[in-house]
């Protein structure tokens, strides 16, 4: 055997097995079971993100096995039109009557309703307030804008429904000459005030992972500070900016008490932010205290909870897979 | 264009992400002024040490603070160990490019976007109904004593909602130990457990408590995901077992504003116990900010 | 860490300390009795201060399933205890349970104090419930829509305005339904072409609306109640398991007693007695 060839048996296997005392073996044994233990608690976020499903879904079964509740709530009465009696709408959300009537589609109505005021809304603020943060804003004004932010992120949103059930109501309605002092506007505004932090910070973080190089170049080539913003930073930031719109997103859908405070929460279909919106999870929030264990108006509330999951759960791998893309394309294009 | 007219836009635009930025700080603080005016002058000794009285028309909101207070402290009690291991995982003990920490950290994202009302299903139908009648079945209790909303199930839930704020923060901090102490460590021969023990967690520690102090706050604030696991209307009584209900400040705030008897008269009170709300939430906010900003400026410093 | 945790730990075992009350009454039910009993529960408590007891709402579906399932002793319910919830308590403890009327109270309609509108029939109530009359002028107010607010569906007053001036029929869809009897007294206070409904209890700051009946107008009175000619009045109840013994009697014979039918006076309601 020559001398290379023994080298590289040592590399790959060490020719004899180290001689351990018990006690350093007892230590590496230590060392594996405190490494399993730590690897096993690690999975407590993958296992509570599954229970969720789980267990949610699992109240919603019913719905599907049971006769009596695929009587009173089957998918059709669930998403197509009811013919009730003569004059009468024929999507209805009325749980609680003789004849149940479950339509779905006046939720999802109040949820996308209330949900598009609020994008509108604090779209453009959370966006044009990260560009200043990152771009223009003198150094100090920045110090202070992101605690700002943090401290409207970390206002209660049952805090938010009552400023706008207590407060913006009367001004909105006057405002904006609406009959109902509780409408889809006014929910929709609450929830901006929700999600702008979210939005803000999302993109404040995209857009200062730009590298510097890029700027510079810009610069350097003739562009003022708001051109390099607008046409190269912007752009650069973009998936980073979606993604923070989409988790927005996703956070209004979700959110409970602000809509069930501040909407008014008639089952009604209509487009007009002047009206009521009824949205599914402030449906979930007011019906499940006194609802009948087990009963199919149970199921349907969990069944509203699986969509809610579904959708949210959606819309955060979108956001999560175009976050990354712009750190990959950010840090492949700079190195 | 013309350099009159570039200027122009540019001044516009700047202007306009400017007004954005300030009608954010104009939100902020027409909620604080008002919610400060109107709600400052009741918070006083007996505001805050009394239960409610005459129907919540009168009285303070003790039993809320306290159950709050208790609430919050199981939840992080259960939540840090979790979520400080799992951030340890992620960092120090999985291997590069390991496909389970992937799906742990995927996790983890999508579990801080499930919404806060899916929470409290969950809380329901996970803990009370299954947990909770598996162990009165195993206990022997003949009436329901575990199966039924409680504050260890409401905390357990919030445990779950936070444990993402946990990991998150954990793992920025142990980020900001320098690999130099670690190998250090371990060129004197200590073994990866107690290099994590003896060096890198108190390295960590101020960042650790960060990731306290944020999920208290958002736990305490959260009210949806306790709707259905424990919160209680009215109580005359301190929460006194695992398995009692309890009042909640801001739960209080939603019973106060849409259920009092009388919302003129609840008014003063329903506005003080708003401010005390925000006042917990934003200093247990401000303390996180302050240990970040201080770990950061000493994780700049030393490298 | 462990010290931090070990402090969290002591704190929470000094927090929660394990002890259990003696003499303890629990009272679970409908949110539109929580104040009554709250309010029982406080003067009782003065007299008798070894008693504790211990008042929450939920509704009355709430009250009576924790009867079933043994969580509390006494349940509130503004509405009369259903078959199936009757079986189950049957099917566990064998017994239909005890129904015992603690209050009265009239389910009024609210409108604005500025609406010159003061009586409605029964069916010109129903008839803007379901969505057929949209304008106040269609009962003689100003020409002005109708802005309907209502209760949540989980509520019991929801359940008896369904059943007694709905004919069981849907509300309509532009109702706006609200958490709370106070949150509906508060809308319709602010808002002047607005109506709505609850327990007579909560009625501040708006006008109550006479019921019309041949030709005359019943005010939602105490008298009128108590002798059933007000036609929307509904009893109140506790529902125990069994004949009431012990403290809980004694609390319940307290609620019942002069002293504790003034208190549901006071509150808003009427007595029984």
Known sequence: MDRQAIMEQGLTQPLVAPLLSPAARRRQLREKVIAGFITLMAFTGIAALILIIIFVAKEALALFTEPEARHEASLSKMFLAQDVAPGRPPFRWQPVSKVPKVSMIPLFVGTLKTTAVSMLVAVPLGVFGALFAAEFAPRRLRELLKPVIELLAGIPSVVLGFFALMVMSTVVKEALG???????????????????????????????????????????????????????????????????????????????????????????????????????????????????????????????????????????????????RVVRKLTGGAS | MTPNTRRAVGLALTSLTGLAAFIIIAMLGIILFNVVENGAGGVTWTFLSKPPEDGMMGGGIFPAIFGTAALTLLMTVAVMPVGVLTAVYLHEYAPPNSLSARFVRVAVVNLAGVPSIVFGLFGLGFFILFVGQGMDRALGHEEMYWAQPGILWASLTLAVLTLPVVIV??????????????????????????????????????????????????????????????AAYFLPDLPTHLNSQFMHLGYHTYVMATQSPDVEATRPLLYSTVLVLLLLTFALNLVAVIIRTRTRRKAAGSH | MKAIFGSLVIGLLLALPLSAHAGNVTVKGSDTMVILGQRWAEEFMKKTPATKVQVTGGGSGVGLAALQNGTTEIAMSSREIKDAEKQKLRARYNTIGVEIPVAKDGVTF???????????????????????????????????????????????????????????????????????????????????????????????????????????????????IKTGKYPLSRDLYFYLRNKPSGDAKTFIDFALSPEGQAVVTKVGYFPVK
């Open chain 1, 178 to 324: 609406f009959d109902r002092p509780l409408n889809a506007m006014l929910a929709g505004l609450g929830l901006a005030l929700a999600i702008v932090p979210v939005i803000f910070t999302v993109s404040e973080d995209a857009l200062t992972s730009v590298p510097r190089s890029y700027r510079e170049a810009s610069l350097a080539l003739g562009a003022t500070p708001w051109e390099t913003a607008w046409k190269v930073v912007l752009p650069a930031a973009a998936p980073g900016i979606l993604a923070a719109c989409v988790l927005g997103f996703g956070r209004a859908i979700g959110e409970t008490m602000i809509v069930l405070m501040a909407s008014g929460n008639a089952d009604v279909i209509s487009w007009s932010l002047g009206d009521s919106a009824r949205s599914l999870s402030a449906t979930i929030a007011a019906e499940m205290g006194e609802v009948v264990v087990g009963s199919p108006h149970y199921s349907l509330l969990f069944f509203i909870g699986v969509q809610l999951f579904i959708f949210t759960f959606v819309l955060n791998l979108i956001a999560s897979t175009w976050t990354r």
């Open chain 2, 169 to 230: 923060s954990t793992e920025e901090a142990l980020r900001a130990v320098p690999m130099d102490h670690r190998t250090a460590s371990l060129a004197l021969g200590a073994t990866q457990s107690q290099t994590l023990g003896r060096v890198v967690l108190p390295g960590a520690l101020p960042g650790i408590l960060t990731g306290a102090v944020l999920a208290i706050s958002r736990g305490a604030g959260e009210v949806a995901p306790i709707l259905f696991t424990g």
């Open chain 3, 110 to 224: 609210y409108v604005n104090e500025a609406n010159p509108v003061t009586a409605l029939t029964v069916e010109q109530l129903k008839g803007v419930y379901v969505g057929d009359i949209t304008n106040w002028k269609q009962l003689g107010g100003p020409d002005a829509p109708i802005i309907i607010y209502s209760r949540e569906n989980s509520s019991g007053t929801y359940v008896f305005v369904k059943d007694h001036v709905l004919d069981g029929d849907d509300y309509a869809a532009s109702a706006q339904t609200l958490p709370g009897t106070a949150a509906v007294v508060n809308a319709v206070a602010k808002e002047k072409n607005s109506i709505g409904y609850g327990g007579s209890a909560y009625a501040k700051g708006i006008k109550e609306l006479k019921i019309k009946k041949g030709n005359e107008d019943i005010a939602p009175t105490a008298e009128n």
